[in-house]
C-alpha cells in the first residue's frame, strides 16, 4: 500500500510560483508512474502532468510550458513547479501513483494524496 503526501499549496498573485511536493511512502517509489490531478469546484478532476518510472513526462494543454514535473526516487519525491500562475490554476491538487499504461486519466491511478489548495488571485 502507498501513502502519498503532498504540500506546498497556498495563496499566490498571478504570474508567481509555486513548487507543490508529493512524498511517498509503503511501496517501490521508482517503479510508480506519477501524475498530478487538479480539481476545482464543481469540476471533474482533470489531469495536469505525469511523470513515467522510466522519467517520460506528459502534460496538459493548459500547463504546457508554464509547468514542470519531475522526481527524486532517491527521496520517494515527485514535485510540480509551477511558474506564471493564472487565475484558472485554481484548484485543489492531487497527486497519484500507478503502474499501468495510461496516465492521463484519474481512472487509472491507484494511489492517491489528500490534495493541496493552491489558489491564484488576480
Known amino acids: 500500500q502507498v501513502q502519498l503526501v503532498e504540500s506546498g499549496g497556498g495563496l499566490v498573485q498571478a504570474g508567481g510560483s509555486l513548487r507543490l511536493s508529493c512524498a511517498a511512502s509503503?511501496?517501490?517509489?521508482?517503479?510508480?508512474?506519477m501524475g498530478w490531478f487538479r480539481q476545482a469546484p464543481g469540476k471533474e478532476r482533470e489531469f495536469v502532468a505525469a511523470?513515467?518510472?522510466?522519467?517520460?513526462?506528459y502534460y496538459a494543454e493548459s500547463v504546457k510550458g508554464r509547468f514542470t514535473i519531475s522526481r527524486d526516487n532517491a527521496k520517494n519525491s515527485v514535485y510540480l513547479q509551477m511558474n506564471s500562475l493564472k487565475p484558472e490554476d485554481t484548484a485543489v491538487y492531487y497527486c497519484?501513483?500507478?503502474?499501468?499504461?495510461?496516465?492521463?486519466?484519474?481512472?487509472?491511478?491507484?494511489?492517491w494524496g489528500q490534495g493541496t489548495q493552491v489558489t491564484v488571485s488576480s
Open positions: 497519484a501513483g500507478n503502474r499501468r499504461v495510461l496516465v492521463h486519466t484519474p481512472r487509472a491511478y491507484d494511489y
Open positions: 511523470i513515467r518510472s522510466n522519467n517520460g513526462t
Open positions: 509503503g511501496g517501490t517509489f521508482r517503479s510508480y508512474n
